[in-house]
């Protein structure tokens, strides 16, 4: 990819760079300053909880966009950014397995029931695609690796499931500040108090990064252009 339409499409790169820079702050201004801090043990058990969205946004969220936008972006041969996208998606993976585990654990020591919301099937369901999604594009691309021809007709179907778990992750994260400000504003948090106002904006420049994340991947690039120049 060279000259003008590089350029284009990395400004997408450069807006989703920004947004996570943006968004891991904000989430840790509010788990830190507004909520307390973060604990794997404590009796103080929200701090448990706290674990939850910071692992989430960080972990699981900024890391799959990070893995994703590798392919575009890295400098590297297709070996090495291949290496980079496996290794970050399963870091993403594990990081957002042990923030999943923190609300579990949240919930068991609280009395609280488990999976009683929209967020959290979602949740559930998201996390299991994607831990599907990494088996496949494993057993595909990487160790034992298909066929070429087998590989070939499935990559542009790995690229595809990938973006639509990568906005299920999007949609389950939203749910999920909405749920958890609305048990604080019906537990006394003033609906216009800064702490809401941070959350809001945080759900906000969530929706952004994964805009912009999925713009980058799906922008026009040299490859597109010189199949419509052929037409
Ligand atoms: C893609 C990211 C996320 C996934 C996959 C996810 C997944 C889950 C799951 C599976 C549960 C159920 C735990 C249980 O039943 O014990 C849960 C609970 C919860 N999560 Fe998330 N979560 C995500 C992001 C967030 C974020 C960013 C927030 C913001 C605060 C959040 C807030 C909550 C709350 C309040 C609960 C407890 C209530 C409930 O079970 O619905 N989550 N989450
Ligand atoms: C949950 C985990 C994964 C997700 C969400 C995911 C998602 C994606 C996406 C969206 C693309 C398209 C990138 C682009 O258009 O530039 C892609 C490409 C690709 N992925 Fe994955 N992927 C995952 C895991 C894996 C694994 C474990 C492998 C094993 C090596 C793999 C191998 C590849 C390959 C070879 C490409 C093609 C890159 C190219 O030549 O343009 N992926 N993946």
Do not use: D
């Amino acid at each position: 990819m060279k000259g003008p339409a590089r350029a284009k499409s990395m400004v997408f790169f450069y807006v989703a760079q920004m947004t996570a820079a943006a968004a891991a702050v904000m989430v840790l201004v509010w788990c830190i300053n507004f909520r307390g801090g973060l604990a794997f043990e404590s009796t103080n058990k929200s701090l448990i909880f706290n674990v939850h969205p910071v692992l989430m946004l960080i972990g699981f969220i900024i890391m799959g966009s990070e893995a994703m936008m590798c392919y575009r972006v890295l400098p590297w041969s297709k070996k090495a950014n291949k290496l980079i996208h496996l290794v970050v998606h399963g870091i993403a993976l594990v990081l957002g397995a042990v923030g999943i585990s923190a609300a579990f654990k949240f919930h068991n020591e609280s009395g609280i029931n488990n999976l009683y919301s929209l967020h959290s099937w979602l949740g559930l369901g998201t996390i299991s695609l994607f831990a599907i999604q990494w088996i496949l594009g494993f057993i595909t691309f990487f160790y034992p690796g298909a066929s070429m021809s087998v590989r070939a007709t499935s990559l542009p179907w790995h690229a595809l499931f990938g973006v639509f778990v990568y906005l299920l992750a999007i949609a389950t994260a939203e749910l999920g500040f909405l749920e958890k400000l609305t048990f604080l504003e019906g537990s006394g948090l003033y609906r216009y108090s800064p702490e809401a106002f941070l959350v809001n904006s945080t759900a906000l420049v969530v929706i952004l990064l994964g805009a912009s994340v999925v713009l980058s991947l799906i922008a026009p690039h040299v490859e597109n252009t010189k199949i419509y120049n052929a037409e």
